[in-house]
């Protein structure tokens, strides 16, 4: 059985673009981090699962254009930017999972764990987290790794973080393992 790391919407748009997180900078290192040795694990894999929106895609409903197919502000920030074995999964809803094809790319490498990092631990790796589980993975995720997004409400971070790892920890049995700490 092997790990993946799952990078996820760790994009332009999220970081600073048009949904900017200030928060997601913070997490930038401790992904390079892990991705860096997870390149030389051989029973690891990195996967990137990012927001490449249509037109006419539902989220938009809720949020103002992003991380639209083929512009700048779907690619990945320049400091986590995929290497040439790097898997890059596009998606079109909030879980990694639905209609993509990473269910297929992880079970073509038979990945069994699955460590979530990325954006956002409330949202997009809340409902990958979820569907992970359901499949019968193991599901990890680095609280120093992933994050909220800061600007949707007043709570402080620190704060709304603490309660969407909870809830992963609590319904999905997630594992909650620093970055330094993933083996």
Same mark, same amino acid.
């Given at each position: &059985?092997?790990?993946?790391?799952?990078?996820?919407? &760790?994009?332009?748009?999220?970081?600073?673009?048009?949904?900017?997180?200030?928060?997601?900078?913070?997490?930038?290192?401790?992904?390079?981090?892990?991705?860096?040795?997870a390149r030389t694990t051989h029973d690891w894999l990195v996967v990137y699962a990012n927001d490449a929106? !249509?037109?006419?895609?539902?989220?938009?409903?809720?949020? %103002?254009?992003?991380? &639209?197919?083929?512009? %700048?502000?779907?690619?990945?920030?320049?400091?986590? =930017? /995929? !290497?040439?074995?790097?898997?890059?999964? /596009?998606?079109?809803?909030?879980?990694?999972?639905?209609?993509?094809?990473?269910?297929?790319?992880?079970?073509?490498?038979?990945?069994?764990r699955l460590v979530l990092v990325g954006q956002h631990t409330d949202c997009c790796v809340r409902h990958t987290a979820y569907d992970a589980f359901i499949k019968g993975l193991e599901v990890t995720v680095? %609280?120093?790794?992933?994050?909220?997004? !800061? /600007?949707?409400?007043?709570?402080?971070?620190?704060?709304?973080?603490?309660?969407?790892?909870?809830?992963? =920890?609590?319904?999905?049995?997630?594992?909650?393992?620093?970055?330094?700490?993933?083996?």
């Amino acid at each position: &059985m092997r790990s993946a790391l799952l990078v996820v919407d &760790m994009l332009n748009d999220f970081v600073d673009g048009v949904l900017g997180n200030p928060a997601a900078l913070g997490i930038v290192e401790p992904i390079q981090r892990l991705a860096t040795r997870a390149r030389t694990t051989h029973d690891w894999l990195v996967v990137y699962a990012n927001d490449a929106h !249509e037109p006419s895609d539902v989220e938009l409903r809720v949020f %103002p254009p992003h991380a &639209m197919a083929g512009t %700048p502000g779907a690619a990945v920030v320049d400091q986590l =930017r /995929p !290497e040439h074995d790097d898997i890059v999964v /596009p998606k079109r809803f909030y879980s990694s999972f639905t209609s993509s094809t990473l269910e297929g790319e992880l079970r073509a490498h038979d990945v069994g764990r699955l460590v979530l990092v990325g954006q956002h631990t409330d949202c997009c790796v809340r409902h990958t987290a979820y569907d992970a589980f359901i499949k019968g993975l193991e599901v990890t995720v680095c %609280p120093d790794a992933t994050t909220v997004f !800061e /600007p949707s409400s007043t709570e402080p971070v620190t704060e709304r973080q603490a309660h969407a790892l909870e809830y992963l =920890r609590t319904y999905y049995g997630a594992r909650l393992v620093t970055a330094e700490h993933v083996a």
